[in-house]
Every structure is written in structure tokens, then in C-alpha cells.
């Protein structure tokens, strides 16, 4: 059974092509082994649209799949947060090690 165009954006659909993905069953495939995100170019958003195309179509038999690109998506959050934390602490340090430079170079010798 090949994908109908209206049900998936052009963008899921020209990756899918891209990848040699023609029928639903090896759509299905890859998204039961969990491995959606090796096919090349396929981003979060795409995966979850892929996830929601075979659930809310009934071509998937659990939600198991569906868990497992909502708990990736909780992890790359925290993931993305914790990037910007080290990112703020970064500048903080180097704001202080500035500051403690300019301290050293005002003082009279």
C-alpha cells in the first residue's frame, strides 16, 4: 500500500521517496524497530508526523512507538536547557575572569 500525498506534508513525503520508503508496511517497520530518526533528513517534527500519520490512521497496533518520540523530544528539552545553562555559566565565568584581569591591571604597581 503506497502513501496517499494529502496525509503527509510534501517535505515527509519527498524524504520518505528519498530513502526508498514506498509502502506503508516498511514505514511501519522502521517505526516499530524505533529507528524513524536513521533515515537521513528526517527531524524531530517529521518523526512525530510520521508517528502521528501510522497511529492516527490505525496502522499501528500500540502507542509504544508514539512514547518513545514523546520521551526523545522530553530528553532533547532537557538536553537544549542544559546547553543554555553551560552556555550562561560560560559567560559568567568569563565576565569574572575579566573582571579579576581588569582588577589586576588598575591596581598601581
Not at 517497520?29 to 530518526?37: F, M, T
Not at 530528553?75 to 553551560?86: I, N
Request: proline content about 3%.
Amino acid at each position: 500500500m503506497t502513501f496517499d500525498p494529502p496525509d503527509l506534508s510534501i517535505r515527509s513525503s519527498n524524504i520518505l521517496r528519498q530513502a526508498g520508503i514506498d509502502t506503508l508496511e516498511q514505514l511501519k517497520a522502521l517505526a516499530d524497530s524505533g529507528r524513524l530518526w536513521t533515515i537521513k533528513g528526517i527531524g524531530r517534527k517529521t518523526e512525530k508526523e510520521l508517528i502521528e500519520f501510522l497511529i492516527d490512521g490505525g496502522h499501528c497496533w500500540s502507542d509504544a512507538t508514539a512514547d518513545v518520540v514523546r520521551a526523545r523530544s522530553r530528553v532533547e528539552a532537557v538536553e537544549r536547557a542544559l546547553k543554555r545553562a553551560r552556555e550562561r555559566y560560560d559567560v559568567a565565568v568569563r565576565r569574572q575572569v575579566l573582571a579579576k584581569r581588569r582588577a589586576l591591571i588598575s591596581q598601581p604597581r
